[in-house]
C-alpha cells in the first residue's frame, strides 16, 4: 500500500493550500478505508488535524475548525484537505493515514509553511 501526499508549500498568512494523498496498491480503496490527516511541527508530536470515515463522519482538531475541510474522490481513490485562512502555527509537516482492516499506512509527508 503506497500513500503519495503533495500540495504542500509555501504560503503566506491568509492563504490557501490544497493538499492531496492519492492511494494505491490495496484492494481496500479509500472509500471504504478510515484516512487521515496529521501533522507534525519541529520539537512537537505528531497529532490529528482531520479524518472522514469510511461512513463519510468527519472529524476536526479545534485549531482548524471552519477553515480546513477533509474530503475525498472514491474514483480517484485521493483524499484532500483544504486548508484556508493559514496562520503560521499551521507550519508543519503534513502526513495522510489510511486505517483499515488491512493495517495502518502512512504516506511520506509534504511540507506546509506558513510564512507571517
Known amino acids: 500500500v503506497q500513500l503519495q501526499a503533495f500540495g504542500g508549500g509555501l504560503v503566506q498568512a491568509g492563504g490557501s493550500l490544497r493538499l492531496s494523498c492519492a492511494a494505491s496498491g490495496s484492494i481496500f480503496g479509500i472509500g471504504i478505508s478510515n484516512m487521515g490527516w496529521y501533522r507534525q511541527a519541529p520539537g512537537k508530536q505528531r497529532e490529528l488535524v482531520a479524518s472522514?470515515?469510511?461512513?463519510?463522519?468527519?472529524n476536526y482538531a479545534d485549531s482548524v475548525k471552519g477553515r480546513f475541510t477533509i474530503s475525498r474522490d472514491s474514483v480517484k481513490n485521493t483524499v484532500y484537505l483544504q486548508m484556508n485562512s493559514l496562520k503560521p502555527e499551521d507550519t508543519a509537516v503534513y502526513y495522510c493515514?489510511?486505517?483499515?482492516?488491512?493495517?495502518?499506512?502512512w504516506g511520506q509527508g509534504t511540507q506546509v509553511t506558513v510564512s507571517s
Open positions: 472522514i470515515t469510511s461512513s463519510g463522519a468527519t
Open positions: 493515514k489510511k486505517a483499515d482492516i488491512e493495517g495502518n499506512y
